[in-house]
């Protein structure tokens, strides 16, 4: 069993950054894709960025310009720094990562931007 805890969100004003991480422990074997998703409050989970053992990134195009992800897999660990953070972006913010053909998702962790 793989488990993946997310850390770092909190409240932020407009403008603002805030960087999550998370974290995998348990029985790795070999973790390839890693991503971030998003959740708002009565809206549909989303994909925010993804990022392959190799270190190629994806993301959608309305997160191009503000976000980032990066990993360090000696620490199974990926990053989300977000920049010019926008009130649009609250929610809470899942990280997923893939191991041996399964998916584990994280508990997720909360971001609010306030106005």
């Known amino acids: 069993q793989v488990q993946v805890v997310e850390s770092g969100g909190g409240l932020v004003q407009a403008g603002g950054s805030l960087r999550l991480s998370c974290a995998a422990s348990?029985?790795?074997?070999?973790?390839?894709?890693m991503g971030w998703y998003r959740q708002a409050p009565g809206k549909l989970r989303e994909m925010v960025a993804e990022?392959?053992?190799?270190?190629?990134?994806n993301y959608p195009d309305s997160m191009k310009g503000r976000f980032t992800i990066s990993r360090d897999n000696a620490k199974n660990t990926v990053y989300l720094q977000m920049n010019s953070l926008k009130p649009e972006d609250t929610a809470v913010y899942f990280c997923?990562?893939?191991?041996?053909?399964?998916?584990?998702w994280g508990q997720g962790t909360q971001v609010t931007v306030s106005t």
């Open positions: 997923i990562m893939g191991d041996s053909g399964l998916d584990y």
């Open positions: 990022i392959t053992s190799r270190g190629s990134s």
């Open positions: 348990g029985s790795i074997f070999s973790i390839n894709a």
